[in-house]
Structure formats: structure tokens, C-alpha cells
């Protein structure tokens, strides 16, 4: 019987260039297990990352499984003409060592995506280019919650800066009650928290090894608090109401400067100047508050928001300019420790180019930074003698204090391959 040979009737030349064009684009793709999992700025053109929810920025980017929402990140390039940028998502355990789960275990559709929105500066001294994507989005959505991170990158694999995000489905109940401290040294200048979980339908057997909890204060990651044990629990049900077992320092209302425009001074603004086609903005200088009474003030707890003066479309993303902001604290009692301007701002790190420098002959701290029309909340930060940041030395502390607590749970019941983020939400403490 004759054999029939049957031939694709595509050309051998053309598949051998399909297989080799799939090829490039699987080595392109970025290799999560060289990238620390932590918020990083890697390319110095990288300039005012934020994550907006309908254009106001998040306390920390949080997702809710198979729910109509989104997050969308925005983020500048200090240069005059865009280039090829792409982004991937990778997916943690709550100790943000990387998964098991494979990428099409927690994706849906594409699993690295080229960025098609941006668009230049207009009518600004400085040239940059605005860049915004959108997180989930019809080509990229999310099986599974748990905790994420995207970087984003160009063709050549380069990481130009990586961000954490949380996906949560709130199948647990969390419910925090803001407790006076019983420590009489912290009453006046701490808050404390007593806290019930409930797991909703499902079943906890053992919770040290099951359940953890992770607490936030104004989503500033660098005061998180992690619980494992509960001081009781009956079914599905835990209670963390060990004595002082959840406090935080009070801190101060954030100070807060308002630069959406160059036009006119603002509350805390000695003036503006304009030197070789740069702006200037000159803060009023300020004191330390350790010893000063407390007193309510509206702030963002922390945040920063990009914008112009009465302006929050899109066009603020690329007609805000860049100026040169200049800092003074005026102080007689300098830190034995560097000292910085600190807050979402500064991505909650202590950098150099926010840091502080001390003049004996003023008798103040002086510091210079660049930033782009934004309203902004910050603190002066230093460090204690274990190396932690802390505000207190120059801003103080007071239990009076309103702050945001995010609170996360962790579930990985037994037999699972991964740590399921089954609560996330945001609690106020002056609203009970």
C-alpha cells in the first residue's frame, strides 16, 4: 500500500522564524528569582511611582478576586521620548519568599505585557514621559489571591523598578478594637489594638501554623507587625487581646506641603524662585515637635498625591512640572543619626537624596529634593540605636493621633500549596 506524506502548507523558512521569534520572547521574560521582593527603584531616570484608585492614591495596593476593580500605576521617565517598556507579575508566599504555584496557576491571560499607555510632557521645562498600566486588565487577570509583585522592564530585561501588591478575596472577618495601652509609660503616647478573626466557612485546626496576621500603620510597610498565636480560639474564631501584645507608637498628624502650583504660596511656603529655567520652591522652616502639644490636623497619613492646582484629570500626569523643593528643621539638639524627610514620598526608605544636612551656624537641618506637582504628607525621620527608623526623636508621639490600620490574614490550611490572603482592610482609629 502506498504511503501518503502529508506537508503543512506553511513554509519551513517561515516556522523556523516563528520558532525563534517565540523563542527570544520566552528568554525575555524576566527571571523573578533575581529580583528581591521588596519596593525598588533600580533605574535613576524612574521618577513618581504612585498607584491610584480612580486617581487617588492607595494606602497599600490591594486587588479583590473576581471583583470589577482595579489599580492603576502610573510612573515618569526623566527623558524626551518614550521607549519599549514591559511588565510581569510574580506571585509570593506571606513571607514573600517566592511560591510553588506555576505562572497559568495564578494567571489568566498573558503572562508579560508590552505598556501602550504613556504619553510625553507638554509645556514643561523639564522633559519626561508619563507611563500608566492598569492592574488586572482584559488581557491580564488573577486565579488566586495571595501576595504579588510587578516589575516592569525593557527588551533587554533591564528592571527599571518593582512594586507589591496584594489579591484578597475577604472570605475571613477581621475586627479591630482601639484599646488604651496598659503599660502607664505608653498611655499618653501609644496606640493599642485588641483583635477578633473570624474564618467565615472555613475550619481552623491549628492556628499558629494555619493563620497569620499582619498589621500595617498607614501602610508603611517598615511598622509591620506579624501575629501567629492567638491568645484563644474556639472553631473558626480567634482572638489576639493579649495585653499590649498589639501596640504602635501614636506618632504626630503627617506635616504636609501643597506644590500643585508655582503660581502662588501656600500654607508653610516662604516663596518660589525660577533660576535657569528650574523652579524653586523654599519651605518655611520648621521645629521639632517633641515637646509640642498635640493639636488635629488634616493630613493623608502619609501619602503623596501628583496633581496640579484644582486639576486632577490626566492631563496633571503630564503637564505637572518638575521643581526643587528646600527643606529646613531648625533644631539646637542635633541626632547623633542621619536625618531624613520621610513618607510615602520616599517610598517609606531613608534616601539619600531626601537626607538632611546639619549647619552649626544655623542651628538647622537643610535639604534639597526633586519632585513633580503633588500635594504630599511627610515627617523627619532618623534612626535609634537598633538601626529602625523612627519619627520620634524630632516629631514625638500622642495616643490622640488619627491613623489608618491595614490589616491582612494569611490562610494556609493544611495540604494547600500556598499562603491565601483571605482579609485585607484599611481601619481608622478615631473611628470606632
Known sequence: MKQTILTPPWNTGIVLVFFLFCSTILE?????????????QYNA?????????????????????????????HFDLMEGTPRQLFYGICHYNKDWTMSDLQLLEYLDGFTELQI????????????????QLTLPS???????????????YDNSGEVYFTR????????????????????????LTHQSISLIVSGGQSIIY????????????????????????????????????????????GMKEYRRKDLRSIQHKTLGISYWDEKDNEFHCYFKPEESRLYKNYHTDFDFNGRVMY??????????DYRSEYVWAHAKLQTNVPSDHAVYLYGALTDWKL?????????????????TFYIKNAVFDYMYATTDDDGKITTSFYEGDWYETENDYLIMVYYRPFGTRYDRLVFAGRFNSNKQ
Do not use: C, W
Open 28 to 40: 525575555a521574560q524576566l527571571n523573578f528569582n533575581k529580583i528581591a521582593a521588596v519596593d525598588t
Open 45 to 73: 531616570l524612574v521618577k513618581s511611582i504612585s498607584i491610584r484608585e480612580n486617581n487617588d492614591p492607595v494606602f497599600l495596593p490591594i486587588l479583590h478576586l473576581n471583583k470589577s476593580y482595579q489599580l492603576q500605576v
Open 116 to 131: 501602550q499607555k504613556f504619553r510625553a510632557s507638554s509645556q514643561t521645562y523639564t522633559p519626561y514621559v508619563h507611563y
Open 138 to 152: 482584559a488581557d491580564m487577570s488573577f486565579r488566586v489571591t495571595g501576595n504579588f509583585m510587578l516589575a516592569v
Open 164 to 187: 507589591k501588591f496584594y489579591v484578597t478575596d475577604n472570605s475571613f472577618r477581621a475586627t479591630p478594637r482601639f484599646i488604651n495601652p496598659v503599660d502607664p509609660e505608653k498611655v
Open 206 to 249: 491549628n492556628p499558629g501554623l494555619e493563620v497569620q496576621i499582619e498589621i500595617l500603620q498607614n501602610g508603611n510597610p517598615m511598622t509591620k507587625k506579624i501575629l501567629t498565636e492567638p491568645l484563644f480560639f474556639s472553631g473558626n474564631q480567634l482572638n489576639y487581646t493579649k495585653q499590649d501584645g498589639i501596640l504602635f507608637p
Open 307 to 316: 496633581a496640579l492646582e484644582d486639576d486632577y484629570d490626566a492631563s496633571s
Open 351 to 367: 534616601k539619600q537624596e531626601f537626607r538632611m544636612e546639619y549647619d552649626e551656624t544655623e542651628r538647622a537641618y537643610s535639604g
